[in-house]
């Protein structure tokens, strides 16, 4: 007899960073499942090359959230004579968590599985017709008894998981099936996507149309393929989404989940601007290239603008004598560079005082950009320069910058740890070193841009909590995802960061829908450092999809409903008794006959009363209308043994009729 087949359908995105497997064909003991010797209750032959997958069809769609939902449905199709037992391992999207699955063969109605607490590792427990349980690798293990030959048999699954923010766009990734792994008779369909969106839409890098299913090709290397959402513009700078989720009364994790609009600021309309060069000897005919590679780059994003120079040595001259339109001041520096013949002394104390008076009257946004190489004479002490600047108008934006003497790339650095950093102290602007500029690269416009509207967020703390990774800033269509675990979780979160010099914070109020979400992403990335098994039990239970403490079952082939969809959804009431918590699922092992209900065999009032309520997972066996066997399969508890009981008392009807069954 051949062994179940198992197919592994994607590379894998392991977020524990364990070693991948892949296309496993081995038996079901062999992948290590939790539910050890499964299939031995009903080992059916495999023939590997006649089971194919006919289609492969997935639907996303991106919530106001940012959480996406993945529906995912494949056929397969049995080619044998005899019926096929397969175990399927499914790679999920990234991040995700399969929060629902439905089968069906043929044209008959969906059964439709049942979320419950997974059975211990080891444990001999009898298959259901359907299990969906995860691997060390975190991928979807889906367990299916029996595929009906010549039927197809349809697998339906819905995922959830997070959107990745880049570059202002929100990016889902879809895994791809690893096909240097894959045995020679497997065969599997190319996916084909369909997105819900009122944004453009691009799918590996290619324009698509939302509704519009585009057929990936299966047998491309990569291992994902990414599909990009184009998102309705942030009003503002930034917005935020924060929600918590409890794990005990000890801990509870918290989730933020920030996102900074593509466009932090606007160019200066008609700016008016003063560049103060330091032409000291100290500074060398390098640093004066430097100076004015710089103020080049930086007048090619404002064009508009009207400008004037100051080159300072023992006092500050005027270098062109009036402000002049950015477009001619690239031909006035290269016919007056005797402007800028070194000298003694570096007067910045004159160059500011100067700057102030051509700035008084001018019209319109102004900025001081004043570049020194720090030699200054100790007399200039540098509180007596920042009660100089204190005389300019508050509108008026100041930048110091450091240039260095090479002919390194061209870079833009921030350093408030600076001597001369407080100069630049309420005056909007940043202290910078930058390098290059002297040689007229290409990039010195993009990088020259940081000075003239602010690009990222610096300077980001968040209130009780520490970033991870030294992050320290976000730039324009950038996001953060933070996860923070403490005794107990805020309502609130706020984080803060500078704008060039300007302080800006954002306060995120916890939204109960988000922290309805919240758990479910935390699973998905596996966020649970610092939790015991039993917190991440309680986070599985919130998170309310297949993680390593929960699973999916479908029992019964063609009753709609078993004592075990009855009793462990949390929303069927006993009479006179609350609700029940999570009981085994055991389907039945050699009968065809729908499986009876239980339920009316037994009164659990009595057992509620008495003890505190508690998950609780029985196996119940009967010969005939005989029960012969209660087993606790879970945790034990008060509640569990008293419900023991309580079927050992109970009596079963003639609808009873198998022979041998296992509830």
Known sequence: MAPPLALDLGPSQNRRMLPPRRWLISGVIGLGLPFAGLATARTLPTIHATLVEKSHA????????????????RDF???????????????????????????????????????????????????????????????????????????????????????????????????RADHDDLE???VVAAPAITVRSTQAITIDGKPASAGVPVVIDPRERSNTFEIGLDRAPIRGTWIGRFGRAIASNRHALARLEIDVTTRLSTLPVRAQIVFAVDASYSMTTAGIA?????????????????VEILAYRRTAQRVFGSFLPAKEVAARLAADSAAFALGNGSALDDAIAQAITLLADRQGPRRLVLAT????????????????????PRDVIVHVVEPARDDRPPTITRADDATLAKLVDGHHGIYARTTGFGSERPTDAAIALA????????????????????????????????????????TSATISGKLWNDSIRLDVAATRAFDQRTATLLWGAYDLAGLTKDEEKSLAALAKGVTDHTSLFVVGRTTPRSFYDMVSTGGRRFPGGG??????TITTISSSLPPPDLHGLVDGRACYAAHPRAAVELAVELTGDEIVDVTIIGTESPLADCLVETFWSARATSTFRTAHVVY
């Open 290 to 306: 430097a100076q004015l590679g710089l103020i080049r780059a930086y007048l090619t994003h404002v064009p508009d603008a009207e």
């Open 451 to 490: 000075l003239v509207r602010p690009l990222r967020i610096e300077r980001l703390t968040l209130v009780g909590a520490k970033l991870e990774d030294g992050r320290t800033s976000l730039g324009e269509g950038e996001g953060l995802r933070v996860v923070t675990l403490g005794a107990t979780a805020p």
């Open 58 to 73: 997935v639907e996303v769609t991106l919530g106001a959230d940012n959480v996406a939902t993945w529906t995912i449905r």
């Open 184 to 186: 020679d008779d497997v």
């Open 373 to 392: 190489d720090t030699q200054l004479r100790s007399s200039l002490a540098t509180p007596a320069l920042v009660k100089q600047l204190a005389a300019l």
């Open 579 to 584: 609700r029940r918590s999570a009981v085994a």
């Open 77 to 175: 199709i049995n080619g044998a004579t005899t019926p096929d037992t397969a175990t399927f391992i499914f790679e999920l999207p990234d991040g995700g968590v399969m929060t629902s699955l439905r089968v069906r063969e043929g044209t008959q109605p969906w059964r439709t599985a049942t979320l419950a607490a997974s059975a211990p590792k080891g444990s001999r427990i009898d298959a259901p017709t359907v299990t969906v349980t995860l691997d060390d690798a975190w991928r979807a293990i889906v367990f299916v008894d029996s595929i009906t030959p010549s039927l197809t048999t349809t697998l339906e699954y819905t995922v959830v998981g997070p959107a990745q923010y880049v570059d202002g766009r929100d990016w889902l990734i879809y895994p």
